[in-house]
């Protein structure tokens, strides 16, 4: 697939500004109003094209009537909200309006991930890509917030409703979705409703309803669309591309950004090289090593979103040598850093804003700073470390910034030998978890 300058228009999209992605926790805190259709030439059922249609028709008026009275909204941006609906079908299926039996009138949508601070936006279509034998997992929720001051209302209607529940359709011969309870990620979630939603790439389409009874006796379908498919997949090896020198990676990094979107799940498998000049990453890739070193710093750049997938950068078994100066990975863009060793830089990993560092299995040791965060970009309420021996660095992991809202959580950490293991100038929540012993700064609440 050729490149595109699309930014994702469903939430989970690692803009640069606010927004990144997780893949083993799509929450996110960037949602857009509008939902994308469907691409050209998406196949659908016969049912689901003539029910667009009708809803489409239909939608203006289904979401002005249902206001108190039948009157149509008067706030320019309820009128906005209403003539987004009338062109997205799906809008229209996944949110109303309902004056409660307490004469508050109420916005009650589906959506992904609630964002606790501001307005979470109705998510009525998702449509994603999954590599070969993978799964996505996201949340799928509920949310009420009053129609006139759009400040959540998930308590208040709680009072109003009788009883619920949430099913999934798909046709026949497609696999369905599976939904099931799960913790919320944070205390504070605003969602009415939530659960956990899976899928793999056999659920080309399927529709999760979910149906509130209210002891008024009315009742509220509201539908949100989901499709998945499964990833196209591009593998590089030495044998087809030269890969011997810094000079050669860069070029065919370049050439991968130029013809490729984050659509196609690219991996280059690495020689057994040392990289001794700085290399840049501008494509969504896994760099898989087989005893290959980088001795020169490397930059993960901003990267765009597609309509249908995230775009990251993941360094697997690979080690970035230093000298004692300069800094070994700075990201730019969500980027993993797998089973890796990072070794003799003044910073071993640096997230700055617009990026992040997801640490899973590894060594990072004899650094001045082993891995600092300074970054305000946002997709989870939670940052896990996980695996990491923090041996012998000056400070071992330095959080100077954090999204709002989130916390670090420490996974089955090691951290020996290092001047301080964890510099917390802001007070970031911390989680310590599953035997990690680490010295925290005082007054820094921390959860066993």
């Known amino acids: 697939m050729t490149k595109t300058d699309k930014k994702c228009p469903h939430c989970g999209a690692p803009l640069a500004q606010d927004a990144s992605f997780c893949p083993h926790c799509t929450a996110t805190l960037a949602q857009r109003r509008v939902i994308a259709l469907p691409r050209a030439g998406h196949q659908r059922s016969r049912w689901l094209l003539l029910a667009a249609v009708i809803a489409a028709a239909a939608a203006a008026v289904v979401l002005w009537l249902s206001r108190p009275g039948g009157t149509p909204p008067e706030d320019t941006a309820d009128k906005e909200d209403a003539a987004q609906a009338a062109a997205d079908p799906y809008l229209a299926a996944c949110q109303t309006y309902y004056t409660g039996a307490d004469g508050r009138e109420y916005h009650v949508f589906t959506a992904i991930t609630p964002s606790i601070e501001g307005r979470t936006d109705p998510v009525g279509y998702r449509s994603e890509l999954i590599p070969a034998g993978g799964t996505v997992d996201f949340p799928a929720t509920v949310m009420v917030e009053d129609a006139v001051t759009q400040d959540y209302a998930a308590e208040d209607f709680a009072a109003l409703l ?4 949430v099913s999934v359709t798909a046709p026949e011969g497609v696999s369905r979705v599976k939904l099931w309870d ?6 504070e979630s605003p969602a009415l409703l939530y659960r956990r939603l899976r899928a793999d790439p056999t659920c080309t389409h399927n529709e999760v309803v979910w149906t509130l009874r209210m002891k008024s006796g009315d009742v509220l379908h509201l539908t949100m669309t989901v499709e998945f498919e499964e990833q196209q997949a591009l593998r590089i090896t030495p044998e087809d591309a030269p890969l011997e020198t ?5 070029t065919l ?3 991968l950004a130029e013809e490729y979107n984050a659509d196609t799940s690219i991996t280059v498998e690495l020689p057994d090289v ?31 979103d ?6 990251y950068v993941r360094f697997s078994e690979v080690s970035f040598e230093g000298d004692g100066s300069g800094t070994g990975v700075t990201a730019r863009a969500p980027t993993y850093l797998e089973n890796c060793r ?3 830089w003044d910073v071993g990993a640096l997230a700055v804003n617009g990026g992040w560092v997801y640490l899973h299995g590894g060594y990072i040791g004899g650094n001045g700073v082993g891995a600092r965060y300074d970054s305000a970009y946002s997709n989870s309420y939670t940052y896990t470390i996980r695996h990491i021996d923090f041996l012998n660095n000056t400070t071992a992991l330095e959080l100077l910034c954090l999204p709002p809202n989130s916390y670090a959580a420490l996974d089955d950490c090691r951290f020996r030998g290092n001047g301080t293991d964890v510099y917390n100038p802001g007070g970031y929540r911390i989680e310590v ?5 680490v010295a925290l700064p005082a007054g820094r609440d921390a959860a066993a």
């Open 253 to 255: 990094l370049d050439r």
């Open 306 to 311: 597609t309509e249908r997938c995230h775009a």
């Open 274 to 304: 040392t990289y001794d000049a700085p290399v840049s990453v501008g494509c969504a890739v896994t760099l898989k090593g087989s005893g290959t070193a980088f001795a020169a710093p490397v930059t993960v750049t901003p990267l765009s």
């Open 342 to 344: 990072v070794t003799g």
């Open 433 to 437: 978890n599953n035997g990690t012993e």
């Open 162 to 165: 009788d009883s619920w529940d």
């Open 246 to 250: 810094a000079q050669e990676l860069q």
């Open 182 to 187: 799960a913790e919320e990620e944070t205390p």
